[in-house]
């Protein structure tokens, strides 16, 4: 089956730059999501497309992609940002779609 | 405004079947998918299926096919998610989700707020 995989963890300091990978061999071919997930909520979509900001995301938000890695990028770090963070994409055959494991963001 | 509203929280045994739902409103439910995602306790989002109630077309991930049952009633706006037999391993917050236009695969832009599933004898 097709798996995401994604760092476990991340820890930045408040106003640096955090950098989220998720690879995956379909990626070069399947656009790519990115969710953040803070307990106790259900997750918000925060990258659409590779690298497009859903209306009312900051602007400190980014997404790249390259190859067969997609990166979030958050700019300027806040305190709010610590959460958990998922990429999701399709698998070759666009079948079905699964999640990255998840990479936990803590803001030092 | 959407808004996608899933039923109670279930407290249930192993074997036992249950059917739960997720309502929408504010747009009409023929003209996107609705997915389901599992969260298990304390560990990461699983994609489970997804369907089109316009046609029923349903797509389901290999991880769930022939696990769980994804249907809907057009007529009552309503998705579910269907097991015939329960085990602990069920255990676990779903959530249902609204892809955005992009089709079957895309991101999914509108969340319930879960359903709360616990399997205990």
């Known amino acids: 089956s097709y798996e995401l995989t994604q760092p476990p963890s991340l820890s930045v300091s408040p106003g640096q730059t955090a950098r989220i990978t998720c690879s995956g061999d379909?990626?070069?071919?399947?656009?790519a999501y990115w969710y953040q997930q803070k307990p106790g909520q259900a997750p918000v979509l925060v990258i659409h497309?590779?690298?497009g900001r859903p209306s009312g995301i900051p602007e400190r938000f980014s997404g790249s992609s390259s190859g067969t890695t997609v990166t979030l990028t958050i700019s300027g770090v806040q305190a709010e940002d610590e959460a958990d963070y998922y990429c999701?994409?399709?698998?070759?055959?666009?079948?079905?779609?699964?999640f990255g494991g998840g990479t936990r963001l803590t803001v030092l | 405004e959407v808004q996608l509203v899933q039923s109670g929280a279930e407290v249930k045994k192993p074997g036992e079947s249950l059917k739960i739902s997720c309502k929408v409103s504010?747009?009409?439910?023929?003209?996107?998918?609705l997915g389901w995602v599992r969260q298990m306790p304390g560990k990461g989002l699983e994609w489970m299926g997804i369907?089109?109630?316009?046609?029923?077309?349903?797509r389901y991930s290999p991880s769930f096919q022939g696990q769980v049952i994804i249907s809907v009633d057009k007529s009552i706006s309503t998705a579910y998610l269907q097991w015939n037999s329960l085990k602990a391993s069920d255990t676990a917050m779903y959530y249902c989700?609204?892809?955005?236009?992009?089709?079957?695969?895309?991101?999914?832009?509108?969340w319930g707020q879960g359903t709360m599933v616990t399997v205990s004898s």
């Open positions: 989700a609204r892809p955005d236009s992009s089709g079957p695969q895309g991101g999914f832009d509108f």
């Open positions: 497309k590779d690298s």
């Open positions: 504010g747009y009409s439910i023929t003209s996107y998918w």
């Open positions: 369907i089109y109630p316009g046609d029923a077309d349903t």
């Open positions: 379909a990626l070069p071919k399947q656009y």
């Open positions: 999701q994409s399709a698998d070759s055959s666009d079948t079905f779609s699964v």
